[in-house]
T-cell receptor
Framework: QKEVEQDPGPLSVPEGAIVSLNCTYS??????FMWYRQYSRKGPELLMY????GNKEDGRFTAQVDKSSKYISLFIRDSQPSDSATYLC???????????FGTGTSLTVIP | DTEVTQTPKHLVMGMTNKKSLKCEQH?????MYWYKQKAKKPPELMFV???????INESVPSRFSPECPNSSLLNLHLHALQPEDSALYLC????????????????FGSGTRLTVV
C-alpha cells in the first residue's frame, strides 16, 4: 500500500464550480499536510499547508485535514480556467525529513 | 528574492556526455533537494543537503553526482546517463530540513527538462 493515495483524475469542471480534491494516507504519524499546484512543464508551487487536524482558508482555497479518517481535502471555490493544473498533496511527520507526495490530480476548468 | 532558479531549462545530452544542472536560491534556506519527476508521476526524492552536507541519498545511481558548493548553490553532475533518465529534474529548498511554522514546505524551481538520447 502506498503511503499516500490520490485519485489522478482527470477532473474537468465548468468555470465557477466548486472543486474538491482529496488524498488518503496510511501513516498516522503524518502531522504536516501540504497542497502543491503544478502547471504543465513547471515546478510545483506550494498552495496551502496545515499542521495536524483542522481547516485553513486562503482566498478561494480551503484545506481540510481529518486525521481520524486519514483524509485530507482541498476545496477550490469559484474555479477559474487559471486553476487548470495538477494538484499534488504532500505530507510528512514531525521530524519533517521526508515528504510523501500523492500522484497528483489533473484539473481542467472549462470557460 | 523568493525564487529557486534552475539552469538550464532544457537539456539534451548523449549517453556519453557529461553535463551539470545548476540550482540557486537566495532565501537563506539551509536545506536543498534534488527531485526527479517523470510525466504524470509525483516528484521522487534523490538527494537532500542540509547545511551544505549530504544528508539523504535515496539509492541514486552513481551516474548522478550532487554537489553543494555553498549554502546558495546546488549542482547535479550527470555522466553516462541512460534514456530512462529522461525526466524533469526539480530543485527545491526549505528553511530547514525539519522546519515547522508558517514557512514550512518547499520552494521548487521550474525544473530542468532533461532528454537523454
Amino acid at each position: 500500500q502506498k503511503e499516500v493515495e490520490q485519485d489522478p483524475g482527470p477532473l474537468s469542471v465548468p468555470e465557477g464550480a466548486i472543486v474538491s480534491l482529496n488524498c488518503t494516507y496510511s501513516n498516522s504519524a503524518f502531522q504536516y499536510f501540504m497542497w502543491y499546484r503544478q502547471y504543465s512543464r513547471k515546478g510545483p508551487e506550494l498552495l496551502m499547508y496545515t499542521y495536524s487536524s483542522g481547516n485553513k482558508e486562503d482566498g478561494r482555497f480551503t484545506a481540510q485535514v481529518d486525521k481520524s479518517s486519514k483524509y485530507i481535502s482541498l476545496f477550490i471555490r469559484d474555479s477559474q480556467p487559471s486553476d487548470s493544473a495538477t494538484y499534488l498533496c504532500a505530507m510528512s511527520t514531525n521530524t519533517g525529513n521526508q515528504f510523501y507526495f500523492g500522484t497528483g490530480t489533473s484539473l481542467t476548468v472549462i470557460p | 528574492d523568493t525564487e529557486v532558479t534552475q539552469t538550464p531549462k532544457h537539456l539534451v545530452m548523449g549517453m556519453t556526455n557529461k553535463k551539470s544542472l545548476k540550482c540557486e536560491q537566495h532565501m537563506g534556506h539551509r536545506a536543498m533537494y534534488w527531485y526527479k519527476q517523470k510525466a504524470k508521476k509525483p516528484p521522487e526524492l534523490m538527494f537532500v543537503y542540509s547545511y551544505e552536507k549530504l544528508s539523504i541519498n535515496e539509492s541514486v545511481p552513481s551516474r548522478f553526482s550532487p554537489e553543494c558548493p555553498n549554502s546558495s548553490l546546488l549542482n547535479l553532475h550527470l555522466h553516462a546517463l541512460q534514456p530512462e533518465d529522461s525526466a524533469l529534474y526539480l530543485c527545491a529548498s526549505s528553511q530547514d530540513w525539519w522546519a515547522g511554522g508558517d514557512n514550512y514546505g518547499y520552494t521548487f524551481g521550474s525544473g530542468t527538462r532533461l532528454t537523454v538520447v
